[in-house]
């Protein structure tokens, strides 16, 4: 786990591929979000580049973190790396399809929060990635 954390940079930069592919393989289909009477129409391609580009900023940080021998906490980097990741992918792969679903009403409703759920935590976690940082640079380096 250790390592892990560690090399964390790498888990990120090897989804990267993976996320766009996936994105480019499901461009015809997208994400549509209903606030009030606004809907928003987000193409899977561009949820997906979004991703990469997260994924790219997130590898980037951990590895530059690497290089100037800076310790990370290591929750708030497990907790980052594992919600990121997983929030992420279960926004990209899922909601589309739970949004299609042709089931129980409340059923689908409550699919849709637990999306809006996990929206809300992912985005919250994206909060330990400079807290983290700044807290690295408080701490002494590593040995």
Do not use: C
């Not at 560690?6 to 549509?32: A, D, R, T």
Request: net charge positive; proline share 1%.
């Amino acid at each position: 786990m250790r390592q892990l954390l560690s090399k964390s940079y790498k888990l990120f930069w090897v989804l990267i591929p993976f996320v766009f592919m996936y994105g480019l393989f499901n461009e015809e289909h997208s994400l549509v979000l209903n606030i009030h009477a606004t809907y928003f129409v987000i193409n899977h391609l561009v949820f997906a580049e979004l991703i990469v580009i997260f994924f790219a900023i997130f590898g980037l940080g951990y590895w530059l973190m690497d290089i100037f021998n800076r310790e990370l906490i290591s929750w708030m980097t497990a907790y980052h790396v594992f919600i990121s990741i997983f929030g992420f992918l279960i926004l990209l792969v899922f909601y589309g399809y739970v949004e299609n679903l042709e089931i129980d009403y409340a059923f689908k409703q409550t699919l849709m929060l637990f999306m809006l759920i996990t929206a809300a935590v992912t985005v919250a976690a994206q909060l330990l990635f400079p807290l983290n940082f700044v807290l690295s640079f408080l701490r002494k380096r590593k040995r």
